[in-house]
């Protein structure tokens, strides 16, 4: 949507801002981030429980937060759908259980965002 929006320029220097962010996020750690398509992003944090998670989380909307101040023209936000590997399970299945999570987390933001779109609307006051 940026893209048709905005132009590939902006869509480009987003993409670049959330790499950025991402880098900043794994750097000195053993973890990994990658851009798997579109705007869609990977982050592998091998051996980490459910506390390195949630610190891993935090940290990276602490991260967006500060670049959001810089660049407020622009906000960046994230839908973030997690999964935990399960024994003898394949990295696919893995990476499509996350996807669904991603997918859900998502549906639950846009159905909070149109509530409170529909809550008011500027036409109404005329």
């Avoid at 220097?13 to 798997?36: D, F, H, K, P, V």
């Avoid at 101040?69 to 999964?83: C, D, L, Y």
Wanted: hydrophobic fraction near 35%; charged fraction near 25%; charge should be negative.
């Amino acid at each position: 949507a940026i893209n048709d929006n905005l132009g590939h320029d902006q869509g480009d220097s987003l993409l670049r801002r959330m790499g950025n962010t991402l880098n900043q996020l794994i750097e000195n750690t053993q973890y990994s981030a990658s851009r798997i398509g579109g705007d869609e992003f990977v982050v592998l944090l091998p051996a980490a429980d459910e506390a390195a998670l949630n610190h891993c989380i935090e940290s990276l909307h602490e991260l967006l937060m500060v670049d959001n101040q810089f660049n407020n023209h622009q906000p960046i936000s994230v839908s973030i759908g997690t999964a935990t590997s399960q024994p003898n399970e394949r990295v696919e299945d893995i990476l499509k259980r996350a996807d669904t999570a991603m997918y859900e987390h998502k549906k639950t933001y846009y159905a909070q965002n149109d509530r409170r779109v529909s809550k008011y609307n500027p036409a109404n006051d005329q």
